[in-house]
């Protein structure tokens, strides 16, 4: 048992008796590390923490999940299983299945691409078998009825990039809105416009442009946005960001300096360059969320499942001077 104990990780390496560091100091002369395997069949679940992102397309953003999950996980003792979905909702179900099979301790499902998968076909049922298993599950970005979950508040995080601009000084705002059948697109325009009429600036109906969706694009929806002089927008506020890219270009064809003449702000991660022209952001705390995500997910008390919801603002930054054009 004392060497089990030692070469397991069952106690704080500060706190093992002379005993257990002797054992740990022999089996790393011998090169001993435990199987993994015959762990799993003799506890009937691995010491894997296991991690499903919808679509890992951007980077940054599967970077930060998988970092937050792996401190969270690393502190507790266990590794880290990651697959993606490909932004395919039936892949999604089928990675539910992969971590079923892998006997994972704990899960993370995470929605980093503005999806909500909680009514796709099939995952409730994979999930549900997979908890009954002993698994404890936790969604991240969107909620599943009877498991825990991390919501970022996507709604609150827009209004308070409009109290940074409007503690700047603009006064004559446009947004491009992206998708409004994405519900985190129109979780953003709602607070956008929101956070606006909170301090006295209405967003009139025509500042306000769908791009995707057969819809014309962020392109053409900018230029539309700066085609008249008199009634330019002193700033733009870009809720997708892929479409930050369109819109640079556009402004720039328009012969618009940024942001001398039009400032661009974008709400949510971007690696988009911006060629010179500076740009105010608002990031989602992707890896704060994803760590209360595994917390949940590997509760320290295997077997319980505890429903907790925390609901994460987007935070503010970089601040913006329209005195001297710098962001």
């Not at 992206?178 to 209405?202: C, K, T, W």
Request: contains cysteine.
């Amino acid at each position: 048992m004392t060497a089990s104990r030692a070469v397991n990780g069952g106690a704080d390496q500060r706190r093992r008796t002379p005993n257990q560091q002797r054992v740990v100091q022999v089996a790393e002369r011998l090169g001993y590390v435990p199987d993994a395997s015959a762990q799993a069949i003799a506890r009937g679940r691995t010491s894997t923490l296991g991690l499903i992102i919808t679509d890992t397309h951007d980077s940054q953003i599967t970077t930060a999940v998988y970092d937050g999950v792996a401190a969270e996980a690393s502190a507790r003792g266990l590794s880290v299983s990651m697959m993606s979905a490909g932004g395919d909702r039936d892949q999604l179900v089928a990675r539910v299945r992969d971590m079923h099979r892998l006997r994972v301790r704990g899960l993370v499902i995470a929605a980093v691409d503005g999806s909500d998968p909680g009514h796709v076909p099939g995952l409730r049922t994979a999930v549900d078998a997979l908890t009954r298993s002993g698994c404890v599950v936790c969604t991240l970005g969107f909620e599943l009825e009877g498991v825990s979950a991390v919501t970022l508040d996507e709604r609150e995080g827009a209004r308070s990039l409009t109290a940074v601009l409007v503690a700047s000084g603009y006064r004559r705002p446009a947004i491009l809105a992206g998708s409004p059948s994405n519900p985190v697109h129109d979780a953003r325009s709602h607070g956008l416009i929101e956070g606006f009429e909170q301090h006295g600036l209405a967003v009139e109906a025509d500042r306000v442009r769908c791009s995707g969706e057969r819809r014309a694009s962020a392109a053409a929806e900018t230029a539309a946005l700066l085609s008249r002089a008199d009634e330019r927008p002193d700033v733009i506020i870009v809720v997708s960001p892929s479409d930050v890219s369109e819109v640079l270009d556009a402004t720039r064809g328009a012969g618009l300096a940024v942001p001398a003449d039009v400032a661009v702000a974008v709400c949510g991660d971007t690696n988009t360059p911006t060629h010179g022209g500076a740009l105010t952001r608002i990031l989602t705390p992707w890896r704060d969320a994803s760590e209360v995500a595994a917390r949940y997910a590997a509760p320290e008390q295997v077997g319980v499942v505890t429903v907790q919801r925390m609901a994460l603002p987007l935070r503010p930054v970089a601040s913006v001077s329209k005195l001297d054009g710098a962001h």
